[in-house]
């Protein structure tokens, strides 16, 4: 029964860093999209003639890349979930955002 238990554990294991992988991925191309995406619009914003479009344009755009990137970010948090792997004792248990490193 051992060898079935450390099986468990290694998906166990397999779901957690794959589920936080796609957590911190999301958000680190979500920056990266959004940045890109500013420069961009930052140079419409200095041409009066496209000033009013593009700033809904980039509400809009940065609406929708937001909410994608939160989708796929929860499907990690869910998989980390379902796989039921909780932190040990006497680590920092935390969740979202404070646990990502931001580098």
């Known amino acids: 029964m051992t060898h079935m238990n450390d099986n468990l554990q ?33 140079v419409l ?3 009066p003639v496209t000033r009013p ?3 809904i344009v980039r509400a809009c755009h940065h609406g929708i890349s937001t ?4 989708s796929v970010s929860l499907a ?8 039921g792997v909780t932190p040990r004792a006497g680590s920092a248990a935390q969740t979202g955002d404070e646990s990502m490193n931001k580098t």
């Open 45 to 47: 914003d200095t041409i």
């Open 76 to 83: 990690g948090r869910a998989v980390v979930g379902l796989a």
């Open 10 to 42: 290694w998906w166990r294991g397999l779901a957690d860093v794959l589920g936080h992988g796609v957590q911190h991925g999301a958000e680190q191309l979500k920056r990266v999209h959004l940045s890109v995406a500013d420069e961009t619009f930052q």
């Open 53 to 55: 479009a593009s700033r």
């Open 67 to 70: 909410l994608s990137y939160a």
